[in-house]
């Protein structure tokens, strides 16, 4: 009887979610449309390998991405745009004098970003012009002071010098001081600066901009209170990370391969005795712990979404995947436009994907009579009611790597939201959120495919009787996979598998989700 009555509940429940657009809720829910892109490239101006031509074309023209960030390294280099070294006869070099260990003139990064990189991409005849079907965002992979990178973007249409200023005053590798005339000051040597470059972009840039960390647990650089410091700082601009990160083809999956690091305490750690810096199926341990760092933060309501990048730097058979040829962030923009782009990734109705796994989804929760609510979004439930989770995605046909996708198993995630941890609170420094757990695992014995081709399947809370958040997580792998899963069908650590290639990236496939917020009355 009590299975019968639940089936019902459930029925009821989907035919009132109908009765409000639910045959399609995320459509129903917003007025725009899916996109993807990447916001983690390099090219010749810094460490990459390639022209900026190269690495559009093949984001947009070869794997259809709609929207693409420039975002490298701050600091001082020697290449230009084409990748040949910089010529003083032919360039102004500005700012205080730079050399290489060899003696060859360097310029500073915020130079290079607003007289070369900006132009190359929005200048007349720039490559925005030749995509215009497109979206491009100039930004920069920021060396956080006292920590690791992070990419930040500032929408300007207008020229490059908001982000360049930003560079000077805020990256950790920029040593240049000769602009202190333009009333630009230097902040750029500890975590208060760290703080206050966040703090700069929530009031300067507050809609405009985004400030997400990248390769979070590479190094071991940022602790859970500098990521609390960081949105607390600019909740608006610091909403999210690099969770998944690029580097997928290299011989340490995404590039977390130092044998020894210097934490955020400066002490030197053996990093072969801790599983915090290595990635768990391509991701980072800050979301692939069920209860960890990611869903501490979840725990406290916290607007931090997650988005997975290529990092791309050298289409080398052991380097990367170029952007969007393996890692995709999908988002639900209102268009194409970059301010359009921007608020769509703080929405958090967004998720990530490796090797095409997945290529749309709908995950929604709703109560009986209520329209639903979809991710990033905080669905309003009286105690006691009772929730419907709705999932439906589809995967191609064949991905990029000629394999057609199959998802084994997707997890349904809970935590309990108690609000948020103020400074000086003992749980600041937490990175764990023991009421998070694995609440449902569905595999093909709990979905069907609709109509339209989507495989569905749902799930009812009864009685609920506190404020959670819900996310997903799926995978091409089942449980007990050796080296990959263990019995749970949880990922394992990547280096358990041995040395990794593109073959491994490929079959080992993720995806994760944004949460939904549940606030219970």
Known sequence: MKQILSLLLALMMAVSVAACGGSDPVVAANDGKWITGD?????????????????????????????????????????????????????????????????????????????????????????????????????????????EHASVGIVAVTDGKPIANFEYQFDGADADKSRA????????????????????????????????????????????????????????????????????????????????????GNTTVDQAKTDKARTYGGADIMIARVGGLWDSLLGEGRRFFVFVNSDFHSSADDADFWPGEYGKTYIYAKDKSAQSVVDAMRSGNAFAVHGDL?????????????????????????????????????????????????????????????????????????????????IKSFTASDWTVDAEGYTTMSFVISGVQKSIYLRLRGTNLAPNTPNETDKDGNPLKDELAGQNNKAKAYADLWFYSNPIFVKVK
């Open 358 to 438: 997945i290529n749309a989804l709908d995950f929604t929760v709703s109560a009986l009579g209520s329209a639903p609510a979809t991710m990033g979004e905080e669905f309003t439930a009286s105690k006691g009611s009772n929730l419907l989770i709705k999932v439906r995605f589809k995967s191609p046909a064949r991905n990029n790597n000629g394999d057609k996708p199959s998802v084994h198993h997707v997890d349904l995630i809970s935590g309990d939201v108690t609000g948020i941890i103020q400074p000086g609170d003992a749980k600041y420094t937490s990175d764990t959120n023991s009421s998070t757990k694995v």
């Open 39 to 147: 916001f983690h490239t390099h090219t010749f101006l810094t460490d990459g390998s390639h022209k900026e031509e190269d690495v559009v074309g093949h984001a947009f023209d070869v794997y259809g991405l709609d929207y693409m960030m420039n975002s490298e390294h701050g600091g001082a280099y020697g290449r230009d745009t084409q990748g040949n070294p910089w010529d003083p006869s032919k360039v102004t070099i500005l700012g205080d004098t730079a050399k290489d260990s060899s003696g060859n003139p360097l310029m500073w990064r915020w130079q290079s970003l607003r007289d070369f990189s900006y132009p190359l991409l929005f200048g007349q005849g720039g490559l925005q012009s030749k995509h215009q079907d497109k979206t491009l965002i100039q930004g920069v992979e920021w060396n956080v002071p006292t920590h």
């Open 181 to 264: 005339g333009e009333g630009l000051v230097k902040q750029n040597a500890t975590h208060a600066d760290a703080v206050a470059g966040a703090a700069y972009l929530e009031k300067n840039y507050t809609e405009t901009s985004y400030f997400l960390l990248n390769h979070p647990s590479r190094k071991q650089k940022y602790k859970a209170s500098d990521i609390r410091d960081f949105n607390n700082a600019s909740p608006h601009v610091a909403f999210g990370f690099e969770g998944i990160p690029g580097h997928q083809k290299e011989k340490a999956r995404g590039g977390y391969d130092s044998t020894f690091y210097t934490d955020a």
